[in-house]
């Protein structure tokens, strides 16, 4: 039996609400003479919620399952499979104060190889555009800021894949993980569903396994 967990279209509204929000308070910011501080950070606003943002919000919108459960692993909605074998956990965590639902992997090798070329080209532009995210604005909030200063720190391409799993997983405690938009139910309900399913597997015999 699979269990598949389907965006939330009223979480889908209030985020793209807050990315328009977000994007007209940055181009106000470029309009009211700013210091060059804020002109960055401005423009930083503008690019991350109108563009990034807005990108992955019709993304999402446009996607049927956010994640789906089978006996044979998990299918995230940025593709590829994480095999039961390779799970290790799932919990809640916070990222720059921001709730996520977090999975945790024993390996990454399987996981890597179920990417398609196009799934996993997208993963690392997505990590260097974190890394130069966080280069420009590290310097203009400043150096205490963690999250600025955790995107600068992304591996640099070199690294592949497993570099931006293992830094995941260092920053956040996850190596894999999702918004709460992406989901239909509340964060923790999410995370006990995937822990029963788990659970559930564990204990059933596999198949042929009958006494006799």
Known sequence: MNVTFAP????????????????????????????????????????????????????LARTKTALTLTPAGLYPMSGGLVPWD???????????????????????????????????????????????????????????????ASLANIPSENAGLAGLLAWSRETSGYELSFSPVMFDRPAPQVVQAIADYQSMLDSTPPEGSGSH
């Open 8 to 59: 939330s279209k009223s979480k889908i509204a209030l985020t793209v609400a807050g990315c328009i929000a977000f994007t007209a308070v940055g181009i106000f910011m470029l309009v009211s003479g700013p210091t060059v501080v804020e002109a960055i950070a401005a423009v930083l606003c503008i690019v991350f919620f109108g563009g990034g943002g807005a990108f992955a919000v019709v993304k």
């Open 86 to 148: 390779d799970y290790a956990g799932v919990g809640l965590g916070r990222v720059s104060g921001a709730l996520i639902i977090g999975i945790q992997l024993r390996s990454y090798d399987a996981y890597i190889a179920s990417l398609t070329p196009a799934q996993a080209a997208v993963a690392m532009r997505v990590g260097k555009a974190g890394k130069m995210f966080g280069a420009v604005a590290k310097p203009a909030l400043g150096r205490s800021h963690a999250g600025a």
